[in-house]
C-alpha cells in the first residue's frame, strides 16, 4: 500500500463544517437551486421553439432522468455523507482524477452562474428603475452583499435565508397553478378564444405537419441542454449532505421532496403555460434570443403572460418580485454549492490547504472569500463592451452542469456494485435508489447524448465558432482529468479498495492492492 495517509482533519473549529441544517432546509436548498431563472425563461423559449407538446415531452424525459439520479445520489449521500458529495465520490469510488475533473468543473460551473445572478438581478430591477435613475452597478453591489452576508453567517444562516427564498417563489408557482387551472375552466378571465386546448390546435396547424412537436430532431437535440439547465440545482441535496443534522433521515425525505415538488411544478407550470399562451406569441422569449436578453425582459416571461390574460393589473409587479428573489435564491445556492465544493477539494489536496479552513462558526470562509472574488469578476464583466465574452461563459455553464451529473450516475453505479462486492448487503443501506443498475446507466446515456447534442445543429451548418462555443467544456473537462492524472500518476481504485468511510486516499500507479 502506499505509504500517503488519509487527510485528517484538524481542530473542530478550523476545519469542520457545523451539521447545522435539516431536512426543511435541504428540501428548499433543492428546490430553490433547480426553479431558478431557467423555470421561468427557458420555457418561453422551449414552447416557442419546440411547441407545446414537444417542450412537455422535453421536460418530462429530463424529470425522469433526474428521478434516477436524485434517488441514486441519495443512496450514496445517505451513507457516506460528505461536504463535497460527487467530487468526493468520484475519487473514492472510480479515480482521483475524476473527482480532481469534477470537482473544479461544478466549482466553475456554480461560480459563473453566481457571477451571472448578481448582475442579471439588477437588470430586472430596471423594470422599475431605468438605468439614467440607478446605476446598475449599485444593486449588483447591494445583492452581492447580501449574498455574502447570508453564507458568511453559518450554514443553518444559509439554510434559513434558502429556505424564505425558496418558499416565495413555491408559493408564486402554487398561486400560478390555481390560477392557471381556473382559468382553464374559464372561473378566472384568461381562457383563450376558442377552447383550452386551441393553443395546441394552433400549434399543430402552424407547424406544418399536423403535430404539436415542431422543429425535428435536430432542433430537439439541440434543446435538451436548456430543459436540463432548468432543472439544474437538484443534486444540491447531496453536497449539503456533509451539513445534515440527521443525514439518514434529513437526506431521503428531502430527496423524495425536492424530485416530487420540482416536476409537479415543472410539468404543471409548462402545460398550464402551453394551454394559456399561443406558441408564437409575439411577447414569448424566442430561441434566437441570447440569454442576457431574456433575463432582463421580465415582462415577456411566459408565466407573467399568463397574468397578464387573467386581467390581473399588478401581475407583471408581482412576478418581477418573485423573478427577483428567484435570481436571490439561485445565487444564494450557487455561492454555497461552489464553496462547499472548494472546502472539499481542498480536503483531497486537489486545491490550496488555506480553503478548507473554516470559521468558528463553520462556515469555510477562505473558500468562500474566493468564490466571492470570482463573482465580482461579474461587475468588471458586465462593463465591458463586447457583452458575448461574458454570454459564452453563461453558455458553458449548462454543459458544465451535465458533466457533473454524468459524473453522479457513473458514481452510483460504481457504489452499488462495489459495496456488495465488498461483502455488504443491501439491508445495510438507509436509502436505496430505484431500478438500480438501470437508472445511472439510463442516466449516463442521457447525459451523453444531451453533451453530444447540444452542438448538433452548428456542425450540421458547418459553423466553427458556433460548435466550438458549445463543445469548449468538453475538452476542458479532459484536460482537467488527463493533466491531474499524469502529474499525481493516479489509477483507477480497485473495486475491492472501495473506501466507504470518511478518510480519503489517492491511488497511484505502482501501489499494491
Same mark, same amino acid.
Given at each position: 500500500m502506499s505509504n500517503q495517509k488519509p487527510v485528517q482533519a484538524a481542530k473542530k473549529d478550523k476545519t469542520d463544517?457545523?451539521?447545522?441544517? #435539516?431536512?426543511?432546509?435541504? *428540501?428548499?436548498?433543492?428546490?430553490?437551486?433547480?426553479?431558478? *431563472?431557467?423555470?421561468?425563461?427557458?420555457?418561453?423559449?422551449?414552447?416557442?421553439?419546440?411547441?407545446?407538446?414537444?417542450?412537455?415531452?422535453?421536460?418530462?424525459?429530463v424529470g425522469a432522468m433526474v428521478y434516477f439520479l436524485m434517488t441514486s445520489l441519495g443512496e450514496i449521500a445517505t451513507y457516506v455523507p460528505l461536504s463535497g458529495s460527487f467530487e468526493t465520490y468520484a475519487s473514492k469510488f472510480i479515480d482521483p482524477a475524476l473527482g480532481f475533473a469534477m470537482g473544479w468543473n461544478y466549482y466553475l460551473s456554480w461560480a459563473i452562474t453566481v457571477t451571472f445572478e448578481i448582475v442579471v438581478g439588477a437588470r430586472i430591477l430596471q423594470f422599475w428603475y431605468p438605468p439614467d435613475v440607478l446605476a446598475p452597478w449599485i444593486p449588483s453591489l447591494l445583492f452581492f452583499i447580501l449574498l455574502f452576508g447570508l453564507n458568511i453567517i453559518s450554514a443553518k444562516g444559509f439554510g434559513e435565508s434558502e429556505f424564505w427564498f425558496a418558499s416565495i417563489k413555491v408559493a408564486a408557482i402554487i398561486v400560478f397553478l390555481l390560477v392557471g387551472v381556473l382559468m382553464v375552466f374559464g372561473i378566472v378571465p384568461g381562457q383563450p378564444q376558442g377552447g383550452m386546448f386551441v393553443n395546441w390546435a394552433y400549434a399543430a396547424a402552424e407547424g406544418g405537419t399536423g403535430t404539436i412537436f415542431l422543429g425535428g430532431i435536430v432542433l430537439v437535440l439541440s434543446k435538451f441542454i436548456v430543459a436540463a439547465f432548468s432543472f439544474q440545482g437538484t443534486e444540491l441535496v447531496g453536497l449539503s449532505a456533509g451539513e445534515a443534522a440527521n443525514p439518514e433521515k434529513?437526506?431521503?425525505?428531502?430527496?423524495?421532496?425536492?424530485?416530487?415538488?420540482?416536476?409537479?411544478?415543472?410539468?404543471?407550470?409548462?402545460?398550464?403555460?402551453?394551454?394559456?399562451?399561443?406558441?408564437?406569441d409575439p411577447h414569448l422569449i424566442?430561441?434566437?434570443?441570447?440569454?442576457? +436578453?431574456? +433575463?432582463?425582459?421580465?415582462?415577456f416571461s411566459p408565466f407573467t403572460l399568463?397574468?397578464? #390574460?387573467?386581467?390581473?393589473?399588478?401581475?407583471?409587479?408581482?412576478? #418581477?418580485?418573485?423573478?427577483? *428573489?428567484?435570481?436571490?435564491?439561485?445565487?444564494?445556492?450557487?455561492?454555497?454549492?461552489?464553496?462547499?465544493?472548494?472546502?472539499?477539494?481542498?480536503?483531497?489536496g486537489k486545491a490550496p490547504k488555506f480553503l478548507g479552513k473554516t470559521n468558528r462558526r463553520g462556515v469555510p470562509q477562505n473558500a468562500l472569500f474566493v468564490t466571492a472574488g470570482i463573482a465580482a469578476i461579474g461587475f468588471l464583466v458586465d462593463k465591458m463592451p463586447n457583452v458575448e465574452v461574458y454570454d459564452y461563459l453563461l453558455e458553458m455553464s449548462g454543459m458544465m452542469g451535465m458533466f457533473g451529473w454524468l459524473g453522479i450516475a457513473l458514481c452510483a453505479w460504481r457504489f452499488r456494485k462495489a459495496f456488495l462486492h465488498q461483502g455488504h448487503t443491501l439491508d445495510e443501506l438507509k436509502y436505496k435508489a430505484k431500478f438500480y443498475p438501470y437508472g445511472p446507466i439510463l442516466c449516463m446515456v442521457f447525459c451523453v447524448m444531451v453533451i453530444l447534442g447540444t452542438g448538433i445543429d452548428a456542425l450540421i451548418d458547418w459553423a466553427p465558432v458556433w460548435a466550438l462555443q458549445q463543445y469548449l467544456p468538453l475538452p476542458l473537462f479532459l484536460g482537467l482529468y488527463f493533466i491531474y492524472k499524469f502529474y499525481m500518476r493516479t489509477k483507477i481504485v480497485p473495486i475491492d479498495k472501495c473506501d466507504f468511510s470518511s478518510e480519503y486516499k489517492v491511488y497511484k500507479r505502482g501501489d499494491q492492492d
Open positions: 463544517l457545523h451539521r447545522g441544517m #435539516n431536512q426543511r432546509h435541504l *428540501t428548499m436548498i433543492g428546490i430553490g437551486g433547480a426553479i431558478g *431563472t431557467g423555470f421561468w425563461f427557458a420555457s418561453g423559449e422551449l414552447i416557442s421553439s419546440l411547441g407545446p407538446g414537444g417542450a412537455l415531452l422535453l421536460f418530462g424525459l434529513a437526506i431521503p425525505k428531502a430527496v423524495n421532496a425536492v424530485f416530487w415538488r420540482i416536476v409537479f411544478f415543472y410539468l404543471g407550470g409548462i402545460f398550464l403555460v402551453s394551454v394559456l399562451v399561443p406558441f408564437n424566442g430561441a434566437d434570443v441570447d440569454w442576457m +436578453e431574456y +433575463e432582463a425582459r421580465v415582462a399568463v397574468f397578464q #390574460n387573467a386581467g390581473i393589473h399588478a401581475a407583471a409587479h408581482i412576478m #418581477n418580485f418573485v423573478v427577483i *428573489t428567484a435570481v436571490l435564491s439561485c445565487g444564494n445556492s450557487g455561492l454555497f454549492c461552489a464553496t462547499r465544493m472548494l472546502y472539499a477539494m481542498s480536503h483531497e
